[in-house]
């Protein structure tokens, strides 16, 4: 059970350790992780599509992205054209952190779309590094 009785104390203890949370959106519903990131602010979430694309539910993930600043995609099933292009315009933030699915998809797709998006620098540099360096080192800024 992803209810607030259920795992809300462990949520707080990911938020103070600096953990993120890394869920399938086939696994936990959009207005469930409405939910969790805003009863937990300092929680980080980020949506792991594995080998169901995202493209069905643009319209979920967009708009989470625009209402939270905790909340993240991981990019190997974003597909849509223009895609990065697109959550960089409408949302004003590249909150993606780069992957491939490898050893089930071929890098090499997931790294040309982040290589060649029409996006700015630091968008770019945020997606390949700069997202998943900050959201994965933040225990040691917790002092752990």
Known sequence: SMAEYAIGPLLEQMAD??????????????EE?????????RLNLIVEAHDMKLLYHAREYFALMRRHDNFYLESHNLVLPLELENLWELCGKMHVVFGTYFPYANPHFAAY???NAAIPEEARAELLSG????????????GL
């Open 17 to 30: 350790l600096g953990l993120p949370l890394m869920v399938w959106h086939d696994q936990v519903s959009w």
């Open 33 to 41: 992780m409405d939910r969790i990131l805003t009863a937990h602010p």
């Open 131 to 142: 997202n998943a360096g900050r959201l994965f080192s933040q225990r040691k800024e917790a």
């Open 113 to 115: 779309r982040a290589l």
